[in-house]
Structures are given as C-alpha cells and as structure tokens.
C-alpha cells in the first residue's frame, strides 16, 4: 500500500496530435515516439530537421545542435507565451554549452553553434515531455526557450540569418488516475 502513496490523484497526460508548418528550404517533421506522460516514463516526441535544398545549408543555434533548448508554450506570442514546459533531452547534461542542474534549473550560453546540413541530410532529436513538468493542456505551441526561433539557418545563395520559426502544434489530453 505504502508504494502507491503519491500515484493516486495524480494526471497523466498523453500526446494526441502534432503537426508542424513551414515554407523554407529546411523541411520539419515531428513523430510521436511514445504518447503518454505517465509516472513510470515521459512522453517523448522525435523532431526533424531536413534540407530540402539540392546544397548544404548552415544552421545555427546555441546549447545543442540542431534545435537548441525548446519549449511548449499556450501561445506563440512571446509577450503572452511566458515560461513554457521544457521538451528535456539528456543532452542538455552532456552539453558544456547547457548549464542543466534538473528540468527546472537550466541555463543556455550564448556561444553559436554552427554546422552545416548537406543536400538532402535529415538530423533527429528525441524530446521527452515529463508529466510532472506539463503547466496546461490543450493546444501548446513549441518554440525556443531563451530565443522564440527554434534555429537560424543561412543558404549558399543568402548571406544573412534567417530565423526558423515554424509553426509547430502539439495537443495534449490529460487523465486522472482516479
């Protein structure tokens, strides 16, 4: 008995649905690795970047490479978007650019990370969403957790920065154990 002390009442969530939009020469996909939130493992979500282009393209972003630290935040709009739910990935940890204490305690230098993505390479990332981090439920938008941008790519062609802001919805359903 002693070792559901804790569990009951406790809400665990699942990811229902993740679609991501953008119109740029870096293509995204998200895939549901595993749904559900629970107290025995996260929800985790697999994100990838793409280069669509028939040349490299040079990303740029600061923590980890490619997306950097991101975010589920209720809005888009950074004045309204406030701290979000942190997508944590060990990496963090291992990263000497990400000062990563816990989920809750975390900092990010300002040391751009630059590599490039050749014609038609695909890079994935896996994020795990925790229960016990998740702030609302509904629709979430991800994006960068110090900087809205998920990443900053630059093409052959274009010799500035472009922000890579695509919009990414994920929707998340809650369930009390009880």
Not at 39 to 49: C, D, G, L, R, Y
Not at 117 to 133: I, K, R
């Amino acid at each position: 008995m002693v070792s559901l002390t804790g569990c009951l009442g406790a809400t665990e969530y699942t990811i229902t649905d993740v679609n991501a939009e953008t119109t740029t020469p870096l293509g995204i996909s998200i895939e549901i690795v595993e749904p559900n939130a629970v107290i025995e493992h996260p929800a985790q979500m697999a994100f990838s970047v793409t280069n669509k282009q028939e040349s490299p393209i040079e990303i740029r972003n600061t923590g980890i490479w490619p997306f950097g630290l991101l975010e589920l935040v209720p809005s888009l709009d950074t004045q309204d978007g406030g701290s979000g739910t942190i997508l944590w990935t060990d990496r963090y940890e291992e990263s000497r650019y990400v000062d990563a204490e816990s989920r809750q305690s975390y900092g990010v230098e300002s040391t751009p990370l630059v590599r490039t993505l050749d014609a038609g390479e695909t890079v994935t990332e896996t994020y795990d969403v925790h229960g016990s981090d998740i702030i609302e439920t509904g629709t979430m938008y991800v994006r960068g957790r110090f900087e809205p941008p998920i990443l900053e790519y630059t093409t052959e062609e274009n010799e500035e920065w472009d922000s890579f802001s695509p919009e990414i919805t994920v929707k998340l359903g809650e369930q009390s154990l009880i």
